[in-house]
């Protein structure tokens, strides 16, 4: 059988559950102000929402369509955030999972335009590959800087009893300055329980979830499989990840491929040791937050309730929403490689809304718990004339924990 369309077609099954009926696009409650991000900051045409997304590729395989520039560009104008699976009706009777994967059906079809006409898709996106490649993460960051956020800690390296806690930063957090205090003040909360956690510093893998979500699916499983029984050598029991993309890739992809440890995201790690009494929430920080549901750890991994448990104890701390939240909650406009998409213009005018709609809420700082999340909405904040503070759960903790304020 031709390599033609190879990975669009395993989505056939997916692609024809969907009955055109336009929820993914028009949708509308008290809870749902829309349902696309995307859609709300465009034109609004179908292309730039599930419908029409889904409409393309069932005229792909059909041969109806054929692929141009202008379907690429349909293609990589998606944030991946799910939303529409959430609101969309078409759901298994037993299971009650979507039966249209709209994020499956995009990946497959960016990963049939980079294999079949790369020339269409974005230069942004070639490069983060090309970083991969050369690098081994998409930022372009020498391995020789990825441990400079923990110089002085005098963190193991390795498990020595079987049991140890490796705490996986993430390519994002460990390339970028700005975050280094994110993962430092981590490892403070951690030890403030009893757990000193294994770190890979420079070996640390990228998880693979950027070059995946972008449609470099083959790159992407050859990454997981090798990381995997990296991974497995480590002797750790549990991964704990500070990125939410990372955690929701190491969660399910990794575990299909063999990975042996427990993966969870930080934000359910802390709640349980909060609920054991062993993580003690005793300083103030007196602040109106709201919190921000990174779709990887929310849509993706089910976790709405533990970040929000967290800041409900925190001394002081007063928690607001926004009415659309937890599995309603709008992408903050990074997913997918939107900063990437029209130089990343779309991405902020989506983070924008969703810092307004926080400050209508009564808020004065915006609390999410993802890297992605953190930077795009911090970008639109700097670029609002009165914006807000943008900060990691993690900081919150930490002020709440060690008494510093943020």
């Known amino acids: 059988m031709s390599d033609h369309l190879k990975n669009l077609r395993v989505q056939a099954p997916a692609i024809y559950s969907c009955r055109s009926c336009g929820m993914c696009g028009n949708k509308m409650t ?54 529409c699976m959430t609101q969309c009706g078409a759901t298994d009777r037993t299971t009650a999972e979507p039966l249209v994967d709209t994020v499956g059906i995009v990946e497959a079809m960016r990963a049939d335009l980079l294999h079949e006409h790369p020339e269409w898709v ?20 020498p391995r020789s800087t990825r441990e400079k956020w923990c110089r002085g800690l005098d963190l193991p390296r390795t498990a020595q009893d079987g049991t140890g806690v490796l705490l996986f930063v993430g390519c994002t957090i460990a390339s970028t300055p700005a975050l280094h205090a994110r993962a430092r003040k981590a490892v403070a909360v951690l030890r403030s329980v009893g757990i000193n956690p294994v770190i890979l510093g420079r070996d640390e893998p990228c998880c693979a979830s950027v070059q995946r979500r972008i449609g470099a699916l083959d790159m992407a499983r050859d990454m997981v499989r090798r990381n995997t029984k990296a991974l497995n050598e480590t002797g750790c029991s549990e991964i704990v990840a500070l990125c939410a993309g ?3 890739m190491l969660a399910n992809d990794y575990r299909s491929a063999g990975l042996t440890a427990r993966v969870r995201h930080i934000v359910p790690f802390l709640a349980e040791l909060l609920a054991q009494g062993r993580l003690a929430l005793h300083h103030e920080y007196a602040r109106t937050v709201c919190y921000h549901d990174p779709c990887h ?12 448990d967290l800041l409900r104890v925190v001394p002081g701390l007063r928690l607001v929403e926004r009415p659309a939240s937890g599995p309603n909650t709008l992408c903050c406009g990074a ?44 970008a639109a904040s700097r670029s609002m004339p009165d914006g807000m503070p943008v900060l990691d759960i993690i900081d919150v903790v930490h002020a709440a924990v060690e008494g510093v304020k943020e």
């Open 246 to 248: 990372c955690a929701n």
């Open 122 to 141: 974005a230069q942004g996106y070639h490069l983060l590959l090309a970083a991969t490649r050369q690098y081994d993460n998409p930022w372009g960051t």
């Open 335 to 378: 997913g997918g490689g939107m900063r990437v998409f029209e130089d990343g213009a779309r991405a902020l005018e989506i983070a924008t809304v969703g810092l307004l709609s926080a400050r209508e809420a009564g808020a004065v700082e915006m609390v999410t718990a993802c890297p992605f999340c953190e930077l795009n909405l911090d």
């Open 30 to 83: 008290s809870n749902v102000p829309y349902v696309c991000p995307l859609r709300e900051v465009t034109s609004g045409f179908d292309h730039f929402y599930a419908r029409g997304k889904i409409i393309i590729a069932r005229g792909l395989l059909e041969g109806s369509l054929e692929m141009t520039p202008d379907l690429a560009e349909a293609a990589y104008g998606c944030m991946l955030c799910g939303n």
């Open 297 to 308: 750890l929310g849509r993706h991994m089910g976790i709405y309730d533990q970040p929000r």
